[in-house]
């Protein structure tokens, strides 16, 4: 008799655990979905919906101005000038993104900036994203950007902690010193730094639209 | 005092270090086959290689050049028998001459990259280096050639 009551009861915990959680999956799998991210490590989120979109917007608009975007384009062929024209002589992206034969981007852009209005920007590495993911920025809205860049398969297989790091990657940076006659990003680096920090670390929600 | 390694001599040369390549090309070495056209970078007049890359000589700081290996156009070849000069020859190529020595400096690294490039290939390549004469349809049956020429073995 002791023996079969020993045999029935973990039967009986062993299914309700198994429903709680099951529950407790659903659930779990249901608010991940609100999410940009599935990746997002709980120890360095406070997730804030409310705050990780403000802080988006901020970013958004930095991504989007004329020194960030000119080298995310929806083609091939990178853009220039604050009117996001096609650059000059249409430099064709190659497939590692630095251009191709007679045509790379270090052949005209130097490893630092050279004196001269509107002479070509340097960067060591200057370069656009690869063929292979183009990290497109050109023509994306908010809800879409957001998700491209904390997706690992679309922002070029960066974790959340190197999403953050990216912050401060020099070609980044080269976007508030763009050599003389073009203007800088509308937020400062130093205040793009923080939303981006900010809208990861809340969460990394993307806007509706 | 900067030493520079040009079409595989050296030279020494007395010069502020932020000289761009071109002009102590042209002003102190009297290498004078590359051409100053637009001096920011945006015609390719003044193309040459640097480590095998095509530069442009107008922008580069001669100091940034140290330790490194420089073709121009008068060391592209000992006696003028790369593919592409003999394809320039062969098709007469230039009008007024100006851009040329940049155009072909541009299409040799092209044709070592690309053996056998397309027209569109070549559009791609050369779009960078301009030419007001407006000798394109020519540049680029002279690539096409110099490619052929360069399949053969010659």
């Known amino acids: 008799m002791k023996f079969k009551k020993t045999y029935f009861f973990p039967l009986k915990a062993i299914t309700v655990l198994i429903i709680i959680f099951s529950v407790i999956a659903f659930m779990s799998f249901g608010f991940k979905n609100e999410s940009a991210i599935s990746n997002v490590k709980n120890e360095i989120v406070n997730k804030d919906s409310v705050e990780s979109v403000k802080a988006f917007m901020d970013v958004y608009k930095v991504l989007t101005s004329p020194r960030c975007m000119n080298c995310h384009p929806a083609g091939d062929v990178p853009l220039q000038g604050d009117d996001n024209r096609l650059h000059n002589m249409f430099p064709q992206r190659g497939t590692d993104g630095k251009g191709i034969y007679a045509m790379k981007c270090a052949n005209c852009h130097q490893p630092t900036n050279i004196a001269g209005l509107n002479t070509p920007p340097g960067h060591p590495n200057w370069h656009l994203p690869p063929a292979n993911m183009k990290m497109i920025f050109q023509g994306k809205t908010p809800n879409q950007l957001a998700k491209q860049l904390v997706n690992p398969k679309t922002n070029g297989n960066k974790t959340l902690q190197k999403l953050i790091e990216h912050a401060d990657d020099g070609l980044v940076k080269a976007g508030w010193d763009p050599g003389e006659g073009r203007t800088v990003p509308p937020l400062s680096h130093e205040e793009f730094k923080k939303a981006w920090i900010t809208w990861i670390k809340t969460g990394a929600y993307a806007p509706k639209q | ?154």
């Open chain 2, 1 to 154: 005092m900067i030493t520079l390694n040009i079409n595989n001599k050296n030279y020494n040369v007395d010069v502020d270090p932020e000289t761009p390549l071109l002009w102590v090309l042209r002003d102190t070495l009297g290498l004078v086959g590359t051409k100053y056209g637009c001096g920011i970078a945006q015609c390719g007049a003044c193309t040459v290689h640097l480590n095998g890359q095509a530069m442009r000589s107008c922008v580069t700081r001669v100091s940034s050049v140290v330790g490194r290996k420089v073709v121009t156009i008068e060391g592209l070849s000992e006696k003028g028998e790369h593919p592409l000069q003999k394809a320039w020859i062969e098709l007469d190529v230039p009008q007024c001459g100006y851009c040329q020595g940049g155009q072909i400096m541009s299409a040799a690294v092209l044709i070592r990259e690309n053996k056998n490039p397309t027209e569109k290939d070549i559009d791609n390549a050369m779009a960078g280096n301009i030419c007001r004469c407006g000798t394109y349809l020519r540049i680029r049956k002279a690539i096409q050639l110099a490619a052929e020429i360069q399949r053969k073995g010659g």
